[in-house]
């Protein structure tokens, strides 16, 4: 489908636009002033979210990043620390607002393709000897972005969750595209993040949104963390523009992700058989495909712009590793059209 230019953009789902009924939304959204509770648009679609995952209360925010700061400075104290996985975004990604907002010492655990082992947890948390800082809280992330999009299993949230209800500890899910984790597990998300007392989800992502994610959880947290919200400097005013096409999002965008799912497969899958990338098969569960070009490509930098003077914009590191995301804005033709440019560059 491409972009109105005709561009195919794999870089990022973050690339995505929103689609036509989302523009008339916005164009039409009925808005007031949210910071005094007079958005309805924003409540509409608050109410909605809270709803999909069986919690109490839900808030919009202007950025995944904001929804992180939020759920751990809103279920930490500074100088306590949490427990979060080594290739994390909160580690790769946000670890400056962990020591400058929230001002919490970190444990780093390697998982397995994103996955924490919960038994291994227990040996994390400090805080009985007077000198160690207090544990408040464990984060996941699902699906797991530095892994490759892979998803957490159910049966693992689950022990992660009870594990963080039995040592008192908040239990955060950074679920930027959870939806492409439960649409794959065909799960409802209610079910999948068991007693998570915070989710962060993306409306920009996959869901084609501008801008905005949400936190859901207890209507406490949600208070509080529309408090701190404030402290940021993040209140929306007329926020039912953004909420707008988050309504639609959520009533019409969900399931379809599979698609997006299935394409990352069939690509995965042809890149493989073909010689053209070096990845692997079993870490392609979602979305995004990590893998490297090392196979074809000699100069990186050279690759990227064959690609984009065919209209394909891909990301390539130095070393030619690579991510591709699939999305909304790519179907099966985009993706033929990237093979056979691909094709093309290896028989140069
Ligand atoms: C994109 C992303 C975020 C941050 O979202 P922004 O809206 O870009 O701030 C957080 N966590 C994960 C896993 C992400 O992929």
Not at 4 to 22: A, F, H, K, Q
Not at 92 to 105: I, P
Not at 210 to 238: N, W, Y
Request: glycine share 8%.
């Amino acid at each position: 489908m491409a972009f109105d230019n005709g561009i195919i953009d794999l870089r990022s789902d973050t690339v995505t636009r929103p689609t036509p009924e989302m523009r008339r939304a916005m164009y039409e959204a009925e808005v007031g002033d949210d910071f005094w509770g007079d958005d309805h648009t924003v409540k509409r679609l608050e109410e909605k979210a809270a709803q999909l995952f069986n919690r109490e209360a839900a808030l919009l925010v202007l950025s995944g990043t904001i929804g992180n700061i939020l759920s751990i400075f809103t279920q930490s104290k500074s100088g306590q620390e949490i427990i979060i996985e080594s290739r994390s975004h909160l580690w790769r990604c946000e670890a400056t607002h962990l020591s400058t907002v929230s001002r919490v010492t970190v444990q780093l655990v390697s998982g397995d393709r994103g996955i924490m082992d919960p038994d291994k947890l227990r040996s994390y948390i400090r805080g009985n000897e007077l000198e160690e800082p207090r544990t408040a809280l464990v984060a996941v992330e699902t699906s797991h972005n530095g892994a490759g999009g892979t998803i957490l299993p159910p049966k693992n949230i689950a022990a992660i969750s009870s594990f963080a209800k039995s040592n008192k500890l908040a239990f955060h899910i950074d679920g930027a595209r959870i939806f492409n984790a439960t649409v794959e597990l065909g799960i409802k998300p209610a079910e999948y993040i068991s007693d998570a007392t915070s989710v962060m989800f993306s409306l920009s992502k996959g869901l084609c949104c501008p801008q905005c994610s949400m936190i859901v959880g207890s209507k406490d947290f949600i208070e509080e963390a529309r408090r701190k919200r404030l402290t940021l400097g993040g209140h929306l005013r007329q926020g039912g523009f953004l909420a707008a096409p988050g309504i639609i999002a959520l009533d019409t965008m969900i399931d379809r992700l599979k698609e997006d799912n299935d394409h990352a497969r069939y690509l995965a899958e042809t890149l493989s058989a073909e010689g053209l990338a070096e990845l692997d098969l079993t870490s392609v569960q979602t979305n995004i495909i990590r893998g490297d070009f090392r196979p074809i490509c000699r100069n990186p930098k050279e690759l990227t712009e064959f690609l984009a003077k065919k209209g394909v914009l891909v990301w390539i590191g130095d070393d030619s590793g690579m991510r591709l995301v699939t999305h909304y804005w790519i179907n099966r033709d985009d993706i033929e059209k990237l093979l056979s440019a691909l094709r093309e560059y290896a028989q140069r």
